[in-house]
T-cell receptor, first 111, second 116 residues
Framework: KAGVTQTPRYLIKTRGQQVTLSCSPISGHRSVSWYQQTPGQGLQFLFEYFSETQRNKGNFPGRFSGRQFSNSRSEMNVSTLELGDSALYLC??????????FGPGTRLTVL | AQKVTQAQTEISVVEKEDVTLDCVYETRDTTYYLFWYKQPPSGELVFLIRRNSFDEQNEISGRYSWNFQKSTSSFNFTITASQVVDSAVYFCALSELGNQGGKLIFGQGTELSVKP
């Protein structure tokens, strides 16, 4: 089976812009979660989707949003980018809400 | 409150040494899962193991072994006869069931450097 894929792998944006990141889960997986990784804060949970419904949300401002489509693919959007949004964004999928297998991540740089 | 603590920020060993990575967790749930992930320089988190709170049996997989002790809220990871390819950042994580399911709480990670 192919693993979790994330696109794009690298992205450079400027402050104030918005960005959309995409995640394709492993075939058959219905749960998708998103995490932000920074040197200062480590790995922090953003949100989780299961069967197109957001089941859980981390402590991030409303500029961070996401959605899941009927084919389980997920996107996350960050509006009005700030320098502090520079991070590695990791997506994980699982057949259940417990198991999580991660993709390679999208490295976002905000200038 | 849920929390995972990996007190060792960096560990450096010489190849073939055994090394233990410590993980201590806090949770009020009686049903939870514990995980270990490996993050090589490429950045992808590689799943290593998942244990549920009702299964305290130690597990061995090749050179890897895990010791889960509920009495001390610890889930330690030992690599026997370490190799250079084991160099990576290792994360311990906690997931509680109930309405928090699907959310992993990660420790700060332990960077392991194995020198030839």
């Amino acid at each position: 089976k192919a693993g979790v894929t994330q696109t794009p792998r690298y992205l450079i944006k400027t402050r104030g812009q918005q960005v959309t990141l995409s995640c394709s889960p492993i075939s058959g997986h219905r749960s998708v979660s998103w995490y932000q990784q920074t040197p200062g804060q480590g790995l922090q949970f953003l949100f989780e989707y299961f069967s197109e419904t957001q089941r859980n949300k981390g402590n991030f401002p409303g500029r961070f949003s996401g959605r899941q489509f009927s084919n389980s693919r997920s996107e996350m959007n960050v509006s009005t980018l700030e320098l502090g949004d520079s991070a590695l964004y990791l997506c994980a999928s699982g057949p259940t809400r417990v198991e999580q297998f991660f993709g390679p991540g999208t490295r976002l740089t905000v200038l | 409150a849920q929390k995972v603590t990996q007190a060792q920020t960096e560990i450096s060993v010489v190849e073939k040494e055994d090394v233990t990575l410590d993980c201590v967790y806090e949770t009020r749930d009686t049903t939870y899962y514990l995980f270990w992930y490996k993050q090589p320089p490429s950045g992808e988190l590689v799943f290593l193991i998942r244990r549920n709170s009702f299964d305290e049996q130690n597990e061995i997989s090749g050179r890897y072994s895990w010791n889960f002790q509920k009495s001390t809220s610890s889930f330690n990871f030992t690599i026997t006869a370490s190799q250079v390819v084991d160099s990576a950042v290792y994360f311990c994580a906690l997931s509680e069931l109930g309405n928090q399911g699907g959310k992993l709480i990660f420790g700060q990670g332990t960077e392991l450097s194995v020198k030839p």
